[in-house]
């Protein structure tokens, strides 16, 4: 069955991928980015997909953007894809890219991003009861980062690294806290993935990361909510 997904930071990189991989499948998709006058990438699939593909404006820092972003969005969704994220500065302690506000925007795209979104959606998941009639389960999927893992943890991007970590304790609360409404909520690692976040000597592709997660997605239930784990399905210490 045709599921409708919404997916932030859709305009490069992962979310341009899954955008892409989902329309492809027949998914309806609503594709949101900061700026859609210049999402040239998402204008091409809109060309190839038409009614399939709503691009909309989405800040991820700003909770007015974001219910904004909601309101204009009549339709139900199945699928809430928080994938908008930033690494600012990849050093350490003196590396001088943490400035205040670098480690602001990080923070503010990295944690409360994912619950903005998440909350300002929420309606529209819980409106998906003809879908949830057909067997598909109503779910958010956070991306996150195995950078995030307290027992994996390492010497660089500390800023970084604390957001996801953030990240995946919100997606942790938010099973929790939406279990009773029949929606199941997890967190993955995309991989090391060649965008311009994880630079061109990365392991993977984007496509390859994106086809991934979309199955991890698929099978994620309401008994495996709260999941950590990578784009292959293997489970993540947090
Ligand atoms: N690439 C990797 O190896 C890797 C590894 C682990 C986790 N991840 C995670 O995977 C996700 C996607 O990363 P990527 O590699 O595709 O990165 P990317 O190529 O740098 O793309 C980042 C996307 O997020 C959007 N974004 C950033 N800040 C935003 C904000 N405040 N509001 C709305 N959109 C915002 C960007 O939009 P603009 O074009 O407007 O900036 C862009 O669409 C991120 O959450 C990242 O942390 C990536």
Same mark, same amino acid.
């Given at each position: 069955?045709? /599921?409708?997904?919404?997916?932030?930071?859709?305009?490069?990189?992962?979310?341009?991928? !899954?955008?892409?991989?989902?329309?492809?499948?027949?998914?309806?998709?609503?594709?949101?980015?900061?700026?859609?006058? $210049?999402?040239?990438?998402?204008?091409?699939?809109?060309?190839?997909?038409?009614?399939?593909?709503?691009?909309?404006?989405?800040?991820?820092?700003?909770?007015?953007? &974001? /219910?904004?972003? =909601?309101?204009?969005?009549?339709?139900?969704?199945?699928? +809430?894809?928080?994938?908008?994220?930033?690494?600012?500065?990849?050093?350490?302690?003196?590396?001088?890219?943490?400035?205040?506000?670098?480690?602001?925007?990080?923070?503010?795209?990295?944690?409360?991003?994912?619950?903005?979104?998440?909350?300002?959606?929420? =309606?529209?998941? $819980?409106?998906?009861?003809?879908?949830?009639?057909?067997?598909?389960?109503?779910?958010?999927?956070?991306?996150?980062? /195995?950078?995030?893992?307290?027992?994996?943890?390492?010497?660089? %991007?500390?800023?970084?690294?604390?957001? $996801?970590? =953030?990240?995946?304790?919100? %997606?942790?609360? !938010?099973?929790?806290?939406?279990?009773?409404?029949?929606?199941? +909520?997890?967190?993955?690692?995309?991989?090391? &993935? /060649?965008?311009?976040?994880?630079?061109?000597?990365?392991?993977?592709?984007?496509?390859?990361?994106?086809? =991934?997660?979309?199955?991890?997605?698929?099978?994620?239930?309401?008994?495996?909510?709260?999941?950590?784990?990578?784009?292959?399905?293997?489970?993540?210490?947090?």
């Amino acid at each position: 069955m045709t /599921q409708r997904i919404l997916i932030t930071g859709a305009n490069r990189g992962i979310g341009l991928e !899954m955008t892409r991989r989902a329309l492809a499948r027949g998914d309806v998709v609503s594709a949101a980015c900061r700026t859609p006058d $210049k999402a040239a990438a998402l204008d091409e699939l809109a060309a190839a997909h038409g009614d399939a593909l709503t691009i909309i404006g989405l800040e991820a820092r700003s909770e007015a953007s &974001v /219910q904004a972003a =909601a309101a204009a969005l009549a339709a139900p969704l199945d699928l +809430v894809v928080a994938n908008a994220g930033t690494m600012n500065a990849r050093g350490g302690l003196t590396d001088p890219g943490h400035t205040e506000e670098n480690i602001a925007d990080s923070l503010m795209t990295n944690i409360a991003g994912v619950f903005f979104t998440a909350r300002h959606f929420l =309606a529209h998941l $819980k409106a998906g009861a003809e879908a949830r009639a057909a067997g598909i389960i109503p779910r958010i999927a956070v991306i996150s980062s /195995q950078m995030g893992s307290s027992e994996r943890a390492g010497t660089t %991007a500390p800023i970084y690294r604390a957001t $996801k970590a =953030a990240a995946t304790n919100l %997606a942790r609360s !938010m099973a929790l806290e939406l279990a009773d409404d029949g929606i199941a +909520v997890g967190a993955w690692h995309p991989g090391w &993935v /060649q965008t311009d976040m994880g630079g061109a000597g990365a392991a993977i592709t984007a496509e390859v990361s994106a086809a =991934a997660l979309l199955q991890r997605f698929d099978a994620l239930t309401m008994a495996t909510s709260g999941v950590f784990e990578t784009y292959e399905g293997e489970p993540l210490p947090f």
